[in-house]
């Protein structure tokens, strides 16, 4: 049972550096996002999706872009990276039927902006 | 909006000691309440989840009672063990959108 896989799992990267985390779940969920970790402050929301080719904004979505174009897959885009963005970044699927949801989280990316 | 707010931690127990750890929620509607844990250098995994108000979630000797009347959903376990050492996260929500409290982390002394 793979879940959902995120990779890297770590990566150090140069101020100015673009790169993409990925993202890939194989339970057929419909509904995926992104979220960071970072110390005393929980997990904030960056980009969701609620079905390919359908992405909207969380609470932190500046300096991230996101695309949908499977059910499967879910990249997370640095275009431009920077310093505030060292955290460590989960991807989560999810269902919902009637009242019942749950969701799943990949191991994380840790990432440093250097 | 919705917010949750959860005790501040760290929280440092001996083994077999009794653990709580609060969480209290602000929010529209009914939402669905959780709780996750993560062991160390780990993802998060479900811990508990309630749907409706009174259900009590229960796994691996953790329980919470979604409270409406109080908005709480306070975690408990009546004997902790080292392998219990690891973050705590309240979240309330669901389908694709969470909301997570900032954590309380757990050691436990042999």
């Known amino acids: 049972n793979a879940g959902v896989t995120q990779t890297p799992k770590f990566q150090v990267l140069k101020t100015g550096q673009s790169m993409t985390l990925q993202c890939a779940q194989d339970?057929?969920?419909?509904?995926m996002s992104w979220y960071r970790q970072d110390p005393g402050m929980g997990l904030r929301l960056i980009h969701y999706s609620v079905g390919a080719g359908i992405t909207d904004q969380g609470e932190v979505p500046n300096g991230y872009n996101v695309s949908r174009s499977t059910t499967e897959d879910f990249p997370l885009r640095l275009l431009s990276a920077a310093p505030s963005q060292t955290s460590v970044y989960f991807c989560?699927?999810?269902?919902?039927?009637?009242?019942?949801?749950?969701?799943?989280f990949g191991q994380g990316t840790r990432l440093t902006v250097v | 909006g919705n917010s949750v707010t959860q005790m501040e931690g760290p929280v440092t127990l001996s083994e077999e000691a009794f653990l709580t750890i609060n969480c209290t929620y602000t929010?529209?509607?009914?939402?669905?309440l959780f709780w996750y844990v993560q062991y160390p250098g780990e993802g998060l995994q479900l811990l508990l989840k309630a749907t409706k108000a009174d259900d009590k979630g229960s796994n691996k000797g953790f329980e919470a009672t979604y409270r409406k009347e109080t908005t709480s959903f306070h975690l408990e376990k009546g004997s902790v063990q080292v392998s219990d050492s690891a973050v705590y996260f309240c979240a309330l929500g669901g389908t694709y959108k969470y909301i997570f409290g900032t954590g309380t982390r757990l050691k436990v002394l042999a």
């Open positions: 929010a529209t509607g009914y939402p669905s």
């Open positions: 339970m057929n969920h419909e509904y």
């Open positions: 989560a699927s999810s269902y919902r039927q009637g009242a019942r949801t749950e969701a799943f």
